[in-house]
Nanobody
Framework: QVQLVESGGGSVQTGGSLRLSCAAS????????MAWFRQAPAKEREFVAA????????SYTDSVKGRFIISRDNAKNTVFLLMNSLKPEDTAVYYC?????????????????????WGQGTQVTVSS
């Protein structure tokens, strides 16, 4: 089965930056959509960003627009999340997810049920 492994999490001061990576291994597939979700303590999992297989088609939740950038390297089956201007409210466990649907709608990309494959999560802590 497909395995997703995140890396790059850690602790940073308010205003700092982190770059998360998610590498897929095992059985891989083309024409996929990849995404990042996060979950803070005692809060529901929320959508952060997603990128379709085609070109640079992306979607972001409003709270991270202008600060976070999602990118991918299809040849390496890897997705990245560059997080700039980090705030304490960004503190959460960040999860990488993947779907074999190449062109879901923006709404569908924001739903966890769209993604059958998930990483183990990586902790991001932003200190005020």
């Amino acid at each position: 089965q497909v395995q997703l492994v995140e890396s790059g999490g850690g602790s940073v001061q308010t205003g700092g930056s982190l770059r998360l990576s998610c590498a897929a291994s095992g059985r891989t597939f083309s024409s996929n959509t990849m995404a990042w979700f996060r979950q803070a303590p005692a809060k529901e999992r929320e959508f952060v960003a997603a990128m379709r297989w085609s070109g640079s088609s992306t979607s972001y939740t409003d709270s991270v627009k202008g600060r976070f950038i999602i990118s991918r390297d299809n040849a390496k089956n890897t997705v990245f999340l560059l997080m700039n201007s980090l705030k304490p409210e960004d503190t959460a466990v960040y999860y990488c997810a993947a779907s074999n649907r190449p062109y879901p709608s923006d709404y569908e990309m924001s739903l966890g049920r769209t993604y059958p494959y998930w990483g183990q999560g990586t902790q991001v802590t932003v200190s005020s």
